[in-house]
């Protein structure tokens, strides 16, 4: 066995866990999963059913923790899981798979296979298999602190010329702030506007917030190509700027992962829980509501729905919130059909918008979620991860669909009673 | 004779403006960052979004086209930016503001692409190093003030 | 040996063996999920991880819309052997008694006449679901030979049984020992296969709640 395969094997070794044991010992070969995940539906390909792809970490399961597995083993009779199959996987485990968690809500006997592939990443990445843009974005993340190679004089340009066309300042490591604000890089470089919606939202609501230089970036590439070391560092940096500005709350910014890295993997990455609360800026944004801190005016005219970003919504908790805020601002909203935590994933989360390989197949599978908007056909589309957004745009250019997509933090600022 | 001098007189006097004039003064937005896209297809939109006579299948073709062209340009999630290629991205988005029609962009079409457009002189910003915090901003008002006092 | 000696054999020592390796066999893999564990969450809690963990326990006998939609006859097939085969192995007289035998306990039983339709329900959906197991793609795909074997494994006691208690084709002494036969074999390959489902289901859906509940998401 060469290295790169003995370190992958370990490491399936190591991610199997109760959980994992009692899923794999549950299925019984139903499909139901097949049905729920967009990867199958809109590709009709048996391989892309969900718990098949995790059918190498299930052998290492079989040959390492089961009496008859590990008797067949010893005895000779089991085939080991090859390099040559990790590689034949890797399409399925990171083209294939967004990490939704679609499947985990259907599966009768209660697979969380999303929870699994997730695990099963730490391994294929250990071996060496995972895909090119994955691997840069996370090289990139740890050596540069963005994995889109975003430096602090970028954003403190963007800073300054925000701060210019506002009239005040955007708070930079202030300590004792309550906020601590993350930005993706993915709205750094292409939706910019998010930082000039926030300033607004948390001068007018009286927010004290501040953004970290040493800590600004709020995606883990860690997270999506399945390196738990790299993530964790990624997020004690986070903690130790948090620690050294003395913040009550990190928020969170519109993006799906990285919500789900900081909320509920970044404890157990470091071993140990936080000092401060976590918040995604959404949840963020309605308990202003809630308090009446977010005063806005006019009603948007054109029906809206919302598309809700799996990490946030259905992994995340992070449902009711947006609702609420949509419904301070809109005349006309609309749930798409399956909505909530049963929602259809854009086809770009979990680094497969990282992946030119898999841009065939994303631009395919995002059929589900065209057909879920043929049945409402709203005027606009408001999302809350920029990730989505971006390749909903994609995925809405691909199929001549006019449909406008739009940040649920820039929209609600649009509707703010002091205009600016 | 009308002056601008901040942003919210800025957006209020943007506002005032119909569709087509939102689209005109846009279209002044992006022709002053137009330099800094690369992509032909912009320079091309912006030329159809410029003209007062344009009809509706060529409004509707070219922002088909500069909304291809943003797609094209943005940076990919995890991929390496260039500052100097975003340039050309907002730049797009600009010239794709201009082109939308109203309706999809209740918040104003002709603000949108300032926004836009000065981002792209920002991206420039960040890679030549120099200071240029507002200027682009105040060009903006300049437009605006030639305009409406046309 | 006659056939009484075998019957009586076949229902005392060697039911008593395949009981033992059935127990040895289901503790083993139950322990393999218990004392593996999970690692404690230090992530700040939204809602009940126990609440979410019960809930789903109960909520995943029930699908959600969209999949009954799109997968209909696994759904409906799944309710009609389940339930079936639930009757016919608790709630057929001769059976409860067996139990009673054996566990001091005993509850009341459906007419026969009720168990005996439900039987042969059952014994139809399974051929209907062993012909989709071929036909389907997807599950044709993910079938290895042990789904096969199960399918023949839970099919025999319900056929024997069936035909023991009509008198078909065969004396019913002989007919009784095929489905104790047919029982034992079902009961001590049960443990090496995906019928320990039917105790490991619990553990996972309590996992798959408790972790989504621990998040404030009801799964």
Not at chain 1, 241 to 262: F, N
Not at chain 1, 285 to 309: F, I
Not at chain 1, 387 to 399: A, H, K, M, P, V
Not at chain 3, 119 to 142: E, G, P
Request: proline residues 5%; hydrophobic residues 45%; contains cysteine.
């Amino acid at each position: 066995m060469s290295a790169a395969l003995e370190l992958g094997i370990n490491a399936f070794k190591e991610q199997i866990d109760g959980p994992v044991v009692a899923f794999f010992s549950s299925c019984v070969r139903c499909g139901l999963c097949s049905q729920a995940c967009l990867f199958y539906t809109e590709t009709g390909d048996p391989e892309r059913t969900p718990i098949h792809k995790l059918e190498p970490m299930r052998r290492v399961w079989q040959q390492e923790y089961t009496f008859w597995g590990r008797l067949g083993k010893a005895l000779g009779l089991s085939r080991p899981v090859s390099d040559a199959e990790l590689a034949e996987w890797e399409p399925l485990v990171y083209d294939s798979c967004t990490l939704c968690g679609r499947c985990s809500m259907v599966c009768p006997v209660g697979n969380d296979i999303a929870y699994m592939l997730r695990k099963m990443r730490e391994g294929m990445a250990a071996a060496g298999h995972a895909p090119e843009g994955l691997v840069g974005a996370t090289k990139r993340a740890v050596t540069l602190g963005s994995p889109m190679g975003v430096k602090l004089p970028a954003l403190q340009t963007q800073i300054r010329h925000v701060e210019q066309d506002l009239g005040f300042k955007i708070p930079v490591d202030v300590a004792g702030a309550d906020y601590m604000l993350l930005l993706s890089s993915m709205e750094i470089m292409n939706f910019p506007e998010f930082i000039r919606a926030v300033a607004r939202i948390f001068k007018h609501a009286g927010v004290s917030w501040t953004i970290a230089s040493e800590a600004f970036e709020a995606t883990n590439s860690g997270v999506q190509i399945g390196v738990s070391d790299i993530a964790a560092e990624l997020v004690e940096r986070i903690v130790a700027a948090a620690a050294r500005l003395k913040v009550k709350y990190v928020i969170s910014p519109e993006c799906g992962h990285a919500y789900m890295a900081i909320r509920w993997e970044g404890p157990n990455l470091i071993g140990r829980p936080y000092d401060f609360k976590v918040l995604h800026i959404m949840e963020l944004l309605d308990q202003l509501r809630e308090a009446g801190r977010l005063r806005t005016t006019g009603r948007e005219v054109r029906s809206l729905t919302y598309h809700d970003p799996c990490q946030v919504a259905r992994r995340g908790g992070v449902v009711q919130q947006p609702r609420n805020l949509l419904k301070m601002i809109a005349n006309d909203f609309v749930e798409m059909p399956e909505t909530g935590t049963m929602n259809w994933c854009c086809g770009a989360g979990g680094g497969v918008s990282s992946n030119e390989r898999a841009d065939g197949l994303r631009l395919q599978v995002f059929k589900r979620k065209k057909q879920q908007l043929e049945a409402i056909r709203p005027d606009a589309l408001v999302t809350a991860c920029s990730n989505c957004r971006i390749y909903l745009e994609e995925g809405l250019d691909e199929y001549g669909m006019e449909l406008p997509v739009l940040s649920l933090t820039e929209t609600l600022a649009e509707h703010l009673v002091d205009k600016g | 004779m009308t002056t601008i001098t901040n942003d919210r007189e800025f957006r209020v006097a943007l506002d005032s403006l119909d569709a087509k004039r939102q689209r005109l003064v846009a279209t002044r937005f992006v022709e002053s960052v137009l330099p800094l896209c690369t992509d032909g297809r912009i320079a091309r939109a912006v030329r159809v979004a410029a003209d007062p006579d344009a009809d509706y299948s060529a409004l509707t073709e070219a922002l088909r086209v500069a909304k291809a062209t943003t797609l094209d340009c943005h940076t990919r999630c995890g991929a390496e930016g260039d500052w100097l290629e975003q340039a050309g991205y907002f730049v797009a988005r600009a010239a794709v503001a201009a082109l939308t029609p109203r309706c999809q962009m209740p918040g104003g079409m002709a603000w949108q692409a300032a926004m836009s457009s000065r981002m792209a002189q920002t991206s420039k910003a960040i890679v030549s190093g120099e200071e240029t915090a507002g200027q682009e901003s105040e060009a903006q008002y300049q437009i605006l003030a030639e305009f409406l006092n046309a | 040996m006659t056939e009484t000696e075998l019957l009586m054999w076949v229902r005392g020592p060697l039911l008593q063996a395949a009981l033992s390796i059935f127990l040895l066999g289901v503790v083993v893999r139950l322990l393999e999920v218990a004392l593996l564990g999970r690692k404690p969450d230090y992530a700040e809690a939204r809602g009940s991880a126990v609440g979410g963990g019960i809930r789903t326990l109960i909520t995943r006998f029930f699908p959600d819309p969209g999949t009954w939609q799109r997968s209909t006859f696994t759904v409906v097939a799944g309710y009609l052997f389940h339930i079936g085969f639930f009757i016919a192995l608790f709630l057929f007289a001769p059976h409860i008694l067996i139990f009673r035998d054996a566990l001091g306990i005993r509850w009341p039983a459906l007419p026969t006449p009720m168990v005996d339709a439900a039987t042969l329900v059952t014994l139809i959906t399974l051929l209907a679901l062993l012909l989709h197991q071929l036909y389907d793609k997807v599950r044709r795909f993910l079938s290895r030979f042990q789904d096969y074997l199960v399918w023949l494994l839970t099919m025999l006691p319900l056929l024997t049984g069936y035909l023991a208690f009509h008198r078909i084709g065969l004396p019913p002494t002989t007919l009784i020992i095929m489905h104790i036969l047919s029982v034992e074999l079902l009961l001590v390959v049960f443990p090496f296969t995906h019928l320990m489902h039917a105790f490991t289901l619990f553990m996972a859906r309590y996992y798959n709640g408790a972790i989504a509940g621990y998040r404030g998401v009801n799964s």
